[in-house]
Nanobody, 122 residues
Framework: QVQLVESGGGLVQPGGSLTLSCAAS????????MAWYRQAPGKERELVAR???????NYADSMKGRFRISRNNAKNKVFLQMDNLNPDDTAVYYCNAEVRQESWIARRDNYWGQGTQVTVSS
């Protein structure tokens, strides 16, 4: 089993910045892709950014240039640096990880954190 714990959310003014962190713990062989998703009230959960184990990244179009995803493979952590935030970025942000439980198991299991609230408001 894998546990993902997010931190770093909060209230920020428009134009401000926040950095989210997510730490993975538990027993597993390897974490493959890690990602951040978000879900605003009344909307579906959407991908924010994804990063592979070899640090290739991709972003949702609306986040390009404002958000930056990074990870520390040695510490099983993923980060999301968010700049120039606006009220439309208000949402619960979720950490996601694709995990191989054992070296002889090719299947990747999907895990989610509990979410951290980001509110952008003056």
């Amino acid at each position: 089993q894998v546990q993902l714990v997010e931190s770093g959310g909060g209230l920020v003014q428009p134009g401000g910045s926040l950095t989210l962190s997510c730490a993975a713990s538990g027993t597993f062989f390897r974490i493959n892709d890690m990602a951040w998703y978000r879900q605003a009230p009344g909307k579906e959960r959407e991908l924010v950014a994804r990063i592979t184990s070899d640090l290739r990244t991709n972003y949702a179009d609306s986040m390009k240039g404002r958000f930056r995803i990074s990870r520390n493979n040695a510490k099983n952590k993923v980060f999301l640096q968010m700049d120039n935030l606006n009220p439309d970025d208000t949402a619960v942000y979720y950490c996601n990880a694709e995990v191989r439980q054992e070296s002889w198991i090719a299947r990747r299991d999907n895990y989610w954190g509990q979410g951290t609230q980001v509110t952008v408001s003056s």
